[in-house]
């Protein structure tokens, strides 16, 4: 009886650490790794760029510049092997004036973004996620 039961014990102890040995890969690899993540960047930005509402905030700005500093910053928020070389997010903003309403305007391109290039709602949720903590940095009106 006692040797049955330490083979139960022996097994359940190898079938629990193949299980937790599996990781489970990274936000950045399940949306698609730092090429979609560049077109999220890019098809964002061009639609809050262009929007009346929020078109202000980038008037003068370096589009091109600030789509890959985007896309970076994605790429380490998300966990992928990218360097984020721009500016923290309040640093970048403190002039910017952004109000809540132009914050909004901002998350809902970007998810618009995310449903237009499939990315799967949990993506999506755990991205929102990620990046709902840099509206007490990026509202500075």
């Known amino acids: 009886m006692k040797k049955w039961v330490l083979w139960v014990g022996l097994l359940l102890t190898v079938t629990a650490c193949q299980t937790m040995s599996k990781t489970e890969p990274s936000l950045y690899s399940r ?8 077109t999220i960047s890019s098809q964002t930005l061009d639609k809050v760029a262009a ?8 008037e003068g700005v370096k589009m091109a510049t600030l789509k890959q500093s985007l896309a970076d910053y994605l790429c380490v ?3 992928g ?7 923290t997010m309040k640093n970048s903003h403190a002039e910017s004036n952004i109000t809540t309403a132009e914050f909004e305007l ?7 973004t995310l449903d237009a290039n ?15 903590p840099t509206k007490r940095d ?4």
């Not at 929007?51 to 980038?58: C, E, I, W, Y």
């Not at 092997?81 to 500016?87: F, I, K, N």
């Not at 901002?106 to 618009?112: E, I, K, N, S, T």
């Open 31 to 38: 949306i698609g790794g730092k090429e979609m993540l560049y």
């Open 51 to 58: 929007d009346p509402a929020t078109k202000r905030s980038f």
């Open 77 to 79: 928020e998300t966990g």
């Open 81 to 87: 092997d990218c360097v984020y070389e721009g500016e």
């Open 106 to 112: 901002m998350v809902q391109a970007l998810r618009d």
């Open 118 to 132: 499939n990315i799967g709602t949990r993506e999506k949720n755990e991205l929102l996620k990620i990046l709902a």
């Open 138 to 141: 990026v509202v500075t009106k």
